[in-house]
């Protein structure tokens, strides 16, 4: 499965972005999506997860402030971010996990990150 992020960019301390990444391989189901980020010298770390049936899980550093949700029709997982904060700037990454079944019955599970988008907020 191959993702295709969009939405980042530089905003004020306070202001909002919107992400989106859209999910491509016709012969998959998508199941969870989610956003990670990962600032210079840190370790990439999970922002929000959301599964197929619309159930999220959030990091406490982005509770209140962000939502993920996801159009299933498209694929296509959105991260809306509210009140950003300096020490949100980091390059964000998608991903997704997908299934699909062999002739045979058998699942074959593949999961994939997006190329990553630059999210700069400014104090």
């Known amino acids: 499965v191959q993702l295709q992020a969009s939405g980042g960019g530089l905003v004020q301390a306070g202001g909002s972005l919107r992400l989106s990444c859209a999910a491509s391989?016709?012969?998959?189901?998508?199941?969870?999506m989610g956003w990670y980020r990962q600032a210079p010298g840190k370790e990439r770390e999970l922002v929000a997860t959301?599964?197929?049936?619309?159930?999220?899980t959030y990091a406490d550093s982005v509770k209140g402030r962000f939502t993920i949700s996801r159009d299933n029709a498209k694929n296509t997982v959105y991260l809306q971010m509210d009140s950003l904060k300096p020490e949100d700037t980091s390059v964000y990454y998608c991903r997704a996990h997908a299934h699909r079944y062999t002739e045979g019955g058998s699942p074959i599970v593949v999961a994939g990150w997006g190329q990553g988008t630059q999210v700069t907020v400014s104090s």
């Open positions: 959301i599964t197929s049936g619309a159930s999220t």
């Open positions: 391989g016709s012969i998959y189901t998508i199941d969870d």
